[in-house]
């Protein structure tokens, strides 16, 4: 067990449809961080937050946004939902956001029909 | 833009037989990172190097850091099964990217 917990674990939507995927970081960690997993590929960062604060931006789309709420906890928004959309999107965690060791979540497998 | 790439995609071996994967970015890093991943779970830190040509051993893992600070590679000593999964090196510049992994498959 990370320490990370992702909710929820599936989600199943039809294009045009937005989502919200929710995140609790290990205790003690300041920094989380966003990933999308598609079949056979690697991770692809979209967006790390430290503190409440935007840290970093990755390959993230405009239809997508996130935020880090007071109590550390983060939401990932994705709007306008298309088929390619559909993966495993990981939130990962860590201490100061730097050059440390991320935890991640189990992740959340979002299919769109 | 910054890119990581890591070579072999697949890799299939006989349990016993020795194992690597390569990592090579187009830039030069402050650190990378590997990340073990079993079929169905998620990332897993497994080590952090920093210094230029270090080397660290994880009992049958081996983790090298390339001079250039611009390649590494993780080696595995008589595979077992337990190695099974898909082996991600994460190279932190200005941000991290991850490669697209090796997958690795024992056969018995």
């Known amino acids: 067990d990370s320490g990370v917990t992702q909710t929820p674990k599936h989600l199943i939507t039809a294009t045009g449809q937005r989502v919200t995927l929710r995140c609790s970081p290990r205790?003690?960690?300041?920094?989380v961080y966003w990933y999308q997993q598609s079949l056979d590929q690697g991770l692809q960062f979209l967006i790390q937050?430290?503190?409440?604060?935007?840290?970093a931006k990755g390959n993230i789309l405009e239809r997508f946004s996130a935020q880090q709420f007071p109590d550390l906890h983060s939401e990932l928004n994705l709007s306008s939902l298309e088929l390619g959309d559909s993966a495993l999107y990981f939130c990962?965690?860590?201490?100061?956001?730097?050059?440390?060791?991320?935890?991640f979540g189990d992740g959340t497998r979002l299919s769109i029909l | 833009g910054q890119q990581v790439m890591q070579i072999p995609q697949y890799q299939h071996v006989q349990e016993g037989e020795d194992f690597t994967t390569y990592c090579n970015s187009s830039?030069?890093?402050?650190?990378i990172q590997w990340y073990k991943q079993r079929p169905g779970g998620h990332p897993v830190f497994l080590i952090q190097?920093?210094?230029?040509?270090e080397v660290k051993k994880q009992k049958r893992l081996t983790f090298q850091f390339g001079e250039a600070k611009k390649n590494s590679s993780l080696h595995i000593t008589a595979t077992q099964t337990t190695d099974v999964g898909t082996y991600f090196c994460?190279?932190?510049?200005?941000?991290?990217?991850f490669g697209k992994g090796t997958r690795l498959h024992i056969l018995p």
């Open positions: 990962a965690s860590s201490v100061t956001g730097g050059a440390e060791p991320q935890h």
């Open positions: 937050y430290y503190n409440g604060e935007e840290r």
């Open positions: 994460a190279g932190l510049d200005d941000k991290i990217i």
């Open positions: 205790s003690g960690d300041l920094s």
């Open positions: 190097l920093v210094k230029s040509g």
């Open positions: 830039t030069t890093l402050s650190n």
